[in-house]
């Protein structure tokens, strides 16, 4: 018997380290060759790792949660002499890898300090409590107050007296008391993965890109006749026609007149990225979170093409089995609630574009139409801009043009006309 090391693989695209996901093997296990061992993350996309190698798992590196730098050990295994011969091949070093790092040991994460029973120790061997100021580390005060512990009744038994984390984790018996008993109502969540990468990801894009967002209303009454129309023609085992293939059919002709809108910021060059074609991203709930699949090209669809590609790609997100290359690359974004759309939102920009559309519920309601009062379908359009690179005026000017071919959906079909 022989063991082999297996190092976290090089992931491309200058990644430098991975998530740990979820493990789906554990020491002990007898895996065979191509049987998926763990799934990581990226800043890019969430990847199944097979096992290089048939063999027993001795020993895995990191927890749910945890970073593996590319070239570091990720898994040992115990292998035959068969498979040890394999083993060699993947032996080779990462090509640009970093430099193998020993195993990190994960060790359980501290206890709370309301959770920690006291220490078996006599009451009149602990020190006196502390008098006049508290001397406490910032970490150790969040600490207690966390704990609904009164620093000033605590003895410190650090250099002059200092409150130490073994202080704390001997005080207030009856507030650990109390914490335990609350403990069953509460169920703690780690944030890992796609929901930590979406977490980091949407706090980046409200940080630094100052938006600008425009809500206008539009009537599809027309539209809604169209799409009925066109779901009546259709086989029913075809799929139902929803708004959001016309609406994306809609968009890239308004684009054509506004391409400062379909654009892509390089934040390290300092560059605005221009590009003629329009790979429309198109935001889908999935249980694992929100995924973004792209329309590649979609300026270049039909209409029932471009709902079977919405569709599919919708399908794989949620399914989990969508490619890295199929949830990459968006331009720009389109984001709808469906019938949860509400009456208006304000959608995050998918950094690094500069312009996110949203589609909010339509609804009959009374308007006034050529000074008659009469029901018409209304549907709010919610719309985000980066305002460093699309000014207010021209962001107002593409919802006008996107409502006007919404309003008259034959314009949908007919591209814009350039004046030579």
Not at 146 to 175: C, F, H, K, Y
Not at 276 to 287: K, N, S, W
Not at 402 to 407: H, N, Q
Request: with cysteine; glycine share 6%.
């Amino acid at each position: 018997m022989s063991q082999f090391t297996f190092k976290m693989p090089d992931l491309g695209e200058g990644t430098v380290d991975a998530e740990i996901v979820a493990w789906h093997t554990k020491p002990g296990d007898v895996v065979a060759e191509d049987q998926v061992i763990v799934e990581v993350m990226t800043d890019k996309a969430a990847v199944e790792v097979p096992a290089p190698v048939s063999g027993r798992v001795v020993s895995v590196t990191g927890a749910p949660g945890d970073k593996v730098a590319v070239g570091s050990p990720l898994i040992v295994f115990e292998l035959s002499e068969a498979s040890a011969v394999a083993a060699a091949a993947v032996a080779a070093p990462v090509v640009g890898a970093a430099a193998p790092a020993p195993p990190r040991a994960v060790s359980p994460p501290p206890p709370a300090v309301a959770r920690t029973a006291p220490p078996a120790a006599r009451p009149d061997a602990r020190p006196a409590a502390t008098k006049g100021r508290v001397m406490a580390s910032p970490a150790n005060r969040r600490l207690a107050s966390e704990a609904g512990i009164d620093l000033t009744t605590v003895a410190g038994s650090g250099p002059g007296g200092r409150i130490l984390r073994a202080d704390l984790q001997g005080a207030a018996p009856q507030a650990a008391a109390a914490d335990t008993a609350n403990a069953v109502d509460t169920t703690e969540i780690k944030v890992i993965g796609l929901r930590r990468l979406i977490a980091e990801r949407m706090s980046e894009a409200k940080r630094t890109i100052p938006h600008f967002a425009y809500v206008e209303e539009v009537d599809v009454t027309e539209l809604e006749s169209l799409r009925e129309h066109l779901n009546h023609s259709r086989p029913k085992d075809s799929g139902a026609l929803s708004y959001l293939p016309l609406v994306v059919m809609a968009l890239t002709r308004v684009l054509e007149s506004f391409p400062q809108c379909n654009v892509l910021y390089d934040a390290a060059r300092g560059v605005l990225v221009r590009h003629r074609a329009m790979h429309v991203g198109i935001a889908t709930q999935t249980p694992d979170g929100l995924k973004v699949p792209v329309v590649r090209n979609a300026q270049s669809r039909g209409l029932w093409e471009m709902a079977a590609e919405i569709r599919r790609l919708a399908e794989r997100a949620r399914s989990n089995k969508a490619t890295r290359e199929e949830l990459l690359g968006s331009t720009i974004t389109v984001t709808s609630l469906g019938k949860l759309g509400g009456i208006a939102s304000t959608p995050i920009i998918n950094a690094p574009e500069v312009a996110i559309i949203g589609l909010n519920k339509a609804v009959e309601r009374p308007v006034v139409v050529n000074g008659a009062v009469v029901v018409r379908r209304i549907m709010n359009l919610s719309s985000s801009f980066d305002h460093r690179f699309v000014d207010g005026y021209d962001a107002a000017a593409m919802i006008q043009a996107l409502k006007e071919r919404l309003e008259h959906p034959a314009t949908i079909f007919i591209p814009t006309v350039k004046s030579s």
